[in-house]
């Protein structure tokens, strides 16, 4: 097999990048870990890393757990004219070139994987962000971003002078309408006056709304004009205009997947209430830990309130005052009490 | 075409009348029917401010593909020459603040132009694959740099740069202080008339002025210095020029350098006043949208600012307040709608029936839903520009050389 | 003679371009601390497997119906950008009818492709009737038309109208198409080639045929070359116009079908989109040949899949980007030199020929 040998120059490349210094991290070459996965891939959807948040944040799930184990992470990303054939082809270049715990980030990449998987019985697998892939050695990696939303949500809705809060999305996708409504859900709970406006800066497939700053910023701002003073930000690279508009019309604003007041200048950072958390490290990190063990259990895997998947933040201290009150909520929905709906 | 129409290229106060005219009908017409409808304000303060911001970037890129085109050069690389501008001006803004973010940024586009010139003018490849291609480079180009630069700083991201400072706001006197009341008051017409001025002479960015007082400047060096009439003689007749001994290579170079750095210059506006940071995917097609602007303005710098203002506010209504996009639909049914009457009027039938149809489906299809769906706001802007084209039938009339190369003695 | 030899040169074009693109490669692979042969070579022979070769021609074809629509527009010089839109759209009209009937195998496929033509063909013709009838530019107008396509498709691929979303998943599709309107896959011994190659080979033929062996392909081409001759000849030019955007976009439509017919069987919100733009180039690259086109198309896919070993390298996607742009920059470079050498050849032969004459 040409594939097999292949695997050695690439591994030698690869150290070669990592020694010039391309790649953040260093790959350690002598594997001190479980036998079981040698090498780790991360396939990342069209937007990839370095958006600040959720492919980030998976990346550090999967570093954490490669350096763990003492063992190389790779990364490599889609392209927006992919076929399922393009996607199923890395995949299957992954698998053959020894990499034996294979992260695909995105919805796009079930039906790839589903073929692929079966191709490769040996190999690890995992899908972040659905819940449609049935194959023995396959995670499937849901996160209840509509419980930590109602939690910001709420937030919003106590915080509020306006009784009017807003919700922009990047794009109008089922991913985010889950934020959506996880977060009306929330602001009407706690406060059943507030109007929610709520707008999607593009539609698929025109995904520029996920790094669009500029519209971020008008959409807010046009917002703040119509009344509204506390607006969740779940729209990706575009957040940041969104922000800026806060800090620029003195109003809140709520981030997303990370903790954004840690991310943002002291000047904006200042009009950041709160973030909701999407902790997509924890679903990467626990899948590479049960790779390399012998006990791998497919399947659905749903990361939420209850098992730290999706949270809420205090930094800043904003919501320290009605901490108490988004914590009781956060046990209601860990217990069943309040079932947050996942379409608007 | 006749000599008697050729002359009004350029700028004649008789059309621009005309333009003024009807920009000021349309707004009446508006108004009055986003009070007829209850509408939240199609004219705001804010809005009109938004409007300003989304049109400069587009403006630029439609005035540098003007420069191109009226030389003779199709310049579909104005998207990649502003993603230059984005990335170079972020990259020296974060670090040596607004006035480096400017050079770098226009001086990144102005090379792209140059490497441009070399491949269309010099070796004389086709201009189109010559434009997608830099198209290409500068988005992987970019990335790369982003990579070893803004990667390893604080705050930065392979795909995201430190916060950029802004320009500052400047703010005409008194005028506030005068119409903010009669804004407030709520009058029919007059309230949104002050919006609009506010809108435009408050808070307003110092580089947005600058890009403003660009196009009268484009203008006046392409139609009334001997310099821009070489450069669109070269645009029209190259052999001809070339037989004066006006080097047509050399205006094209010139064309295309200023042609990319007001695309670069586009790029810095999308990183200080549009947002504060450089962000992969950023510019988003507002290269593209400023070359449809060059052919709806029909290469003169006046109507391609009416083209991107048109985009602008549509863009600016949508993206702040979806439900303003409704309104705006009717009006467009009632212009089709006027249309076809006079059509009617002069008997004739198929065209009354051209615009009458869609323009009464338009309408009624709006009193049932009475709100537009998101998915087809999204839209909004792309299919004003299209339809107003429909309606303002006009004779276009590219530059007569876009597109082919010039090669001496290479024709009959 | 002088034939001869200049047809030499013209074979010496592909190798020029290649070196071009050789050197530069080596020197981003270089500059980014990587050993550029080695790389090279391992993408090389990844790209040359068998089973790639496969999946390179499977994924030139969509590349090779968006190039064969772009250059039918180039031949009027209408720059036809809506192929990404009237691709998708046809797309999804195909699938929803698709999913919607059944019918005996080959008349439920036949009804797929025809709606897909037609849905591509009128969108396109929008454009045409615009164009022909009020004047606007076909670029412009198909840049919104593309924006408007978009917002269509969104606003019916929604669980409330055309389409359906499954439990646990992200995605939004239409219902699958029944087996009988699926096109199956030519399996040869290394692998499945999508059975739309055959589609493919016939629009090409299609297009060759009309362009070279009909009067409407004659009156094309003399229209392209000059449309006052043209016009003076009593072509009629806006009917023209209309029928050559309206034939673009019914072969855009078939864009997508690949896809459609030949894999997923449904269309969902992980519908390619973008394969346009390099439509665009592969037709440049081809010189609107069929022939050229097939072997742009062909190239460029190649890249696409050998570029999957450089990104598994270490060598980061963007320098892969950069490459693509120089080799496509190198190739064109290339032909426009050799075209100088020959033409100044051919200038010398004439004048050599032609006693006296000035050259």
Known sequence: MHVRRLTWPLVAAGLVVALAGCVTGQTSPSPVGSPRVHKIAIAYDI??????????????GARRAADDLGVELKEVTAKLDDTDDDRAERLRLLAGSGYDAIIAVGF??????????????????????????????????????????FLVGAAAGLKTTTDSVGFIGAVQLPLLQKFEAGYAAGVHAANPKARVQVTYLSQPPDYSGFGDPPHGKEAALGMYDNGVDIIFAAAGGSGAGVHEAAAQTNHWSIGVDADEWKLEPATIRDHILTSMLKNSNVGTHRFIGEASTSSFTPGIHTFGLANGGVGYATSGGFVDDIKARLDAYAVDIVSGKIVVPQTP | MTAARMPAFGAPPSWLRVVVGRVVLGFVVLSLLSGAFDAPDLFSRGGIGATLRFSAPILLAGLGALWAERSGVLNIGLEGMMIAGT????????????????????AAGTAFGLVHSLLTVSIGIDQAISGLSLNLLAAGLTRFLSTITFATVPGGSITTSPPVPDFPTLSLPLVDALLAPIDRANVPILSDAAAVVLGLLTDVSVLTIGVV???????????????????????????????????????????????????????????????????????????????????FGNWNPWSVTVGSLIFGFTDALRTRQEVTVGVLLVGLGLLAAVVALRRGLGHDWRGATLFGVPAAALVAWFWVVHVVPAELVSFAPHLTTLLVLAFARQRIRPPAVVGEPFRRGDRP | ????????????????????????????????????FAVLGDAMAYGLRPETL?????????????????????????????????????????????????LPAPLHVAVSVAVATVVGGAWAAIAGLLYVRRGVNVVISTIMLNAIASGLIAYL??????????????????????????????????????????????VGIGYWLVLNRTTL???????????????????????????????????????????????????????????????????????????????????????????????????????????????????????????????????????????????
Do not use: C
Not at chain 3, 237 to 244: Q, S, V, W
């Open chain 3, 217 to 359: 392909g004659f009156e094309v081409r003399a229209m392209g070359l000059s449309q006052r001759a043209a016009t003076v000849a009593g072509i009629g030019a806006p009917r023209l116009a209309l029928l050559t955007m309206a034939a673009s976009g019914a072969i855009a439509g078939l864009v997508g079908l690949p896809q459609l017919l030949g894999a997923s069987h449904r269309f969902g919100l992980d519908f390619p989109s973008g394969l346009a733009f390099t439509g665009l180039s592969v037709a440049i690259l081809g010189r609107n040949h069929p022939l050229g086109v097939a072997i742009g198309a062909f190239v460029w896919a190649f890249l696409e899949r050998s570029a999957q070993v450089l990104d598994l390298a270490g060598v980061s996607r963007e320098i892969v980007t950069i490459l693509q742009a120089v080799i496509v920059l190198s190739i064109v470079v290339a032909y426009e030199l050799v075209r100088r050498v020959r033409a100044r050849q051919e200038r010398r032969y004439v004048s050599q020929s032609v006693e006296g004459a000035p050259a």
């Open chain 3, 157 to 202: 691929l929604s669980p409330a109208r055309l389409a359906q979303q499954a439990a646990g998943s992200n995605n939004i599709t239409t219902a699958t198409i029944p087996e009988s309107g699926w096109i199956p896959a030519i399996p040869i011994p290394a692998g499945d080639v999508n059975g739309l190659v055959v589609l493919a080979a016939l």
């Open chain 3, 54 to 102: 496969i999946a390179v021609t499977n994924k030139a074809i969509p590349y090779y119906l968006a190039g064969i629509a772009a250059a039918v527009g180039f031949h009027l010089r209408l720059f036809n950008i809506g192929i990404d839109g009237q691709y998708r759209l046809a797309a999804f009209a195909a699938a929803v009818t698709g999913a919607a009937i059944t």
């Open chain 2, 213 to 295: 007082a660009l196009v009268p400047l484009t203008w006046w060096i392409l139609w009334r210095t001997r310099l821009g009439l070489r450069l669109r003689a070269v645009g029209e007749r190259p052999e001809a020029a070339d037989s004066l001994g006006v080097r047509p290579w050399r205006y094209r170079y010139l064309a295309l350098s200023v042609s990319g750095g007001l695309a670069g210059l586009g790029g810095v506006y999308l990183v200080t006043v549009a947002s504060s940071l450089y962000r992969e995917g950023q510019t988003a097609g507002r290269g593209f949208i400023g070359l449809a602007t060059v052919i």
């Open chain 1, 108 to 149: 796009t990449y079930a039906t790839p994987l589903q073929k692929v998987a079966a191709e490769f019985p040996k190999v690890k697998f995992a899908i972040v962000d659905d819940g449609t892939v049935t194959a023995p050695n396959a995670w499937d990696i849901l996160f209840a971003e509509q419980e930590g939303s």
């Open chain 3, 1 to 36: 003679m002088t034939r001869l030899r200049s047809t030499a040169l013209l074979g010496v074009a592909p190798l020029l371009a290649f070196a071009l693109a050789l050197a530069v490669a080596v020197g981003i692979l270089r500059l980014s601390g990587v050993n550029a």
């Open chain 2, 87 to 106: 990335w170079f001006g972020a990259w020296a803004g974060y670090q040596w603040g607004v006035g480096a973010a400017l050079v770098a940024g226009v």
């Open chain 1, 47 to 60: 937007s990839g890393r370095g958006d600040g948040g959720f492919n980030d944040i998976a990346y550090n």
